[in-house]
């Protein structure tokens, strides 16, 4: 019914820069929050930021100043500008959009399937 594609991950050099690109696609109502969140070797996921339909926003401490979440919402899409990335930045980066689809009519919780970004020293 919904999907969320991602795009951008890679391998970077410590102190450079990657953009992250989700687009939602399939019976779509209305986007509410929409958001990135990581999973680091061993660790747990953690929420990197969010981003509501009306552009109000949270960062995790750990990327504030760092990285930029924006959206765009004619097209079902939030990215992901990823600046001075750090080592400790490397993960798998997942993207998050709760929806409501035509279909129910009622808000669900999304997921991509989740993009490597490694940052070496």
């Known amino acids: 019914q919904v999907q969320l594609v991602e795009s951008g991950g890679g391998l970077v050099q410590a102190g450079g820069s990657l953009r992250l690109s989700c687009a939602a696609s399939?019976?779509?109502?209305?986007?509410?929050?929409m958001g990135w969140y990581r999973q680091g070797p061993g660790k747990q996921r953690e929420l990197v930021a969010t981003?509501?339909?009306?552009?109000?926003?949270v960062y995790a401490d750990f990327v504030k100043g760092r990285f930029t979440i924006a959206r765009d919402n004619a097209k079902n899409s939030v990215y992901l500008q990823m600046n001075s990335l750090k080592p400790e930045d490397t993960a798998v980066y997942y993207c998050?959009?709760?929806?409501?689809?035509?279909?129910?009519?009622?808000?669900?919780?999304?997921w991509g399937q989740g993009t490597q970004v490694t940052v070496s020293t």
């Open positions: 399939g019976i779509i109502f209305s986007t509410n929050v």
């Open positions: 981003i509501t339909g009306g552009s109000s926003t």
């Open positions: 998050y959009a709760q929806i409501i689809t035509s279909l129910t009519l009622r808000k669900q919780d999304y």
